[in-house]
T-cell receptor, first 109, second 112 residues
Framework: GNSVTQMEGPVTLSEEAFLTINCTYTATGYPSLFWYVQYPGEGLQLLLKATKADDKGSNKGFEATYRKETTSFHLEKGSVQVSDSAVYFC????????FGAGTTVTVRA | DTEVTQTPKHLVMGMTNKKSLKCEQHMGHRAMYWYKQKAKKPPELMFVYSYEKLSINESVPSRFSPECPNSSLLNLHLHALQPEDSALYLC???????????FGPGTRLTVT
């Protein structure tokens, strides 16, 4: 089945810094890819998605591009805010969602 | 409306109790899911219902019993749980089982 590997962190940044969270996947085909975000004490929220190679998902200033050649789906944001502090999960879909381990991001004012 | 609701928000139960978790969505989604999430870990799939039929059971112990009374509702019946079953239980739904999933806020379960 599919699997996802993402940098585990924790990642601590200052406000307005650039954020990158690396995510790579292994799959027999071309799975749909997702980033979910989990704020403290809450469920998961879909942040963005991409369903085929070279698709770029974007939402709330976050972006990720489906790279078939490197089997990657790295998450980026150009200028983070304190409110972006959360756990970020990369996921791929085969017959089920396979999640990465999660990356805890803390943004300091 | 992309909301999945779950009740209760918190639940404390003894090992001999029987309780139920409830999940509801009104997005017309035809697939619904139960996940278990331990602290600082990703969610783990437990069950999938597709068009009100159980399609996936990820080898979950029988002390967890899912039920899908209709296309909007999903229950998880709990009986004779163990302390290690304490976790956040998340419900999710999707248009069908190939589309993106939308998660509820979860039920924080503590087994004493």
């Amino acid at each position: 089945g599919n699997s996802v590997t993402q940098m585990e962190g924790p990642v601590t940044l200052s406000e307005e810094a650039f954020l990158t969270i690396n995510c790579t996947y292994t799959a027999t085909g071309y799975p749909s890819l997702f980033w979910y975000v989990q704020y403290p004490g809450e469920g998961l929220q879909l942040l963005l998605k991409a369903t085929k190679a070279d698709d770029k998902g974007s939402n709330k200033g976050f972006e990720a591009t489906y790279r078939k050649e490197t089997t990657s789906f790295h998450l980026e944001k150009g200028s983070v805010q304190v409110s972006d502090s959360a756990v970020y999960f990369c996921a791929s879909y085969d017959y089920k969602l396979s999640f990465g381990a999660g990356t805890t991001v803390t943004v300091r004012a | 409306d992309t909301e999945v609701t779950q009740t209760p928000k918190h639940l404390v139960m003894g090992m001999t109790n029987k309780k139920s978790l409830k999940c509801e969505q009104h997005m017309g989604h035809r697939a619904m899911y139960w996940y278990k999430q331990k602290a600082k870990k990703p969610p783990e799939l437990m069950f999938v219902y597709s068009y009100e039929k159980l399609s996936i059971n990820e080898s979950v112990p029988s002390r967890f019993s899912p039920e899908c009374p209709n296309s909007s509702l999903l229950n998880l019946h709990l009986h004779a749980l163990q302390p290690e079953d304490s976790a956040l239980y998340l419900c999710a739904s999707s248009q069908d089982n190939t589309y993106e999933q939308y998660f509820g806020p979860g039920t924080r379960l503590t087994v004493t």
